[in-house]
């Protein structure tokens, strides 16, 4: 997986906790985004982070926080007000955020978050 | 509006078979598309990356094909193997963008490779 790594890989939550997931990397990348994965649809945008001490929302970032005080970390925090967080997460990161040929998305392992 | 389609679904195909896997795409300005092999419970790897003057792009035995005209991509896999048993994602790019809103990700194709 790239020298990006994920832990846990699974991981189950009762309803109104709070639960941080965690994203490493080694690849001294600048920036690193979190994607949330449903069965059925494409991979949609929660965070993503340009640089140290930065980050932005996308398009589903209503019940996530986020952030990067290191450059190696991007720890996703998913909060008792996202209302369906049950899903599988994927942490990449990339050289830079624009997107060009010479500029993967390279992709963690995944967390697996499931809501009892 | 900007889409990736990808069809089919779903694809069963019986080892040593060969298989074709589409995507459509309505996304401009147009950057560059990646076809992306994920495993079922781990992150996606990229398999190939095409830019606008490219037509086809080989690995190994997946071979990526792009009309940027009709804006739509395949995926060909020759003598499949168990292991190609994965969903397939495309994903395109926007040009002239910063930050991360410049992905769009197809829903996926999965196949399955059996013996």
């Known amino acids: 997986d790239g020298g990006i790594t994920q832990s846990p890989k699974y991981l189950f939550r009762k309803e109104g906790q709070n639960v941080t997931l965690s994203c490493e990397q080694n690849l001294n990348h600048d920036a690193m985004y979190w994607y949330r994965q449903d069965p059925g649809q494409g991979l949609r945008l929660i965070y993503y982070s340009q640089i140290v001490n930065d980050f932005q929302k996308g398009d589903i970032a209503e019940g996530y926080s986020v952030s990067r005080e290191k450059k190696e970390s991007f720890p996703l925090t998913v909060t008792s007000a996202q209302k369906n967080p049950t899903a599988f997460y994927l942490c990449?990161?990339?050289?830079?955020?624009?997107?060009?040929?010479?500029?993967?998305?390279?992709f963690g392992p995944g967390t697996r978050l499931t809501v009892l | 509006k900007n889409q990736v389609e990808q069809s089919p679904q779903s694809l069963i195909i019986l080892e040593g078979k060969n298989c074709t896997l589409q995507c459509n795409y309505t996304v401009s300005p147009f950057s560059n598309l990646r076809w992306y092999k994920q495993d079922t419970g781990r992150g996606p790897v990229s398999l190939t990356i095409?830019?606008?003057?490219?037509n086809t792009k080989s690995n190994g035995r997946y071979t990526a094909t792009l009309d940027a005209d009709t804006k739509q991509s395949s995926l060909h896999i020759t003598a499949s193997q168990l292991s190609d048993s994965a969903s397939y994602i495309c994903?395109?790019?926007?040009?002239?963008?910063?930050?991360?809103?410049?992905?769009?990700f197809g829903t996926g194709t999965r196949l399955t490779v059996i013996p």
């Open positions: 095409m830019t606008f003057s490219e």
């Open positions: 994903v395109v790019s926007l040009s002239d963008q910063t930050g991360a809103n410049n992905l769009f």
């Open positions: 990449a990161s990339s050289i830079h955020s624009i997107s060009t040929v010479y500029n993967e998305q390279f």
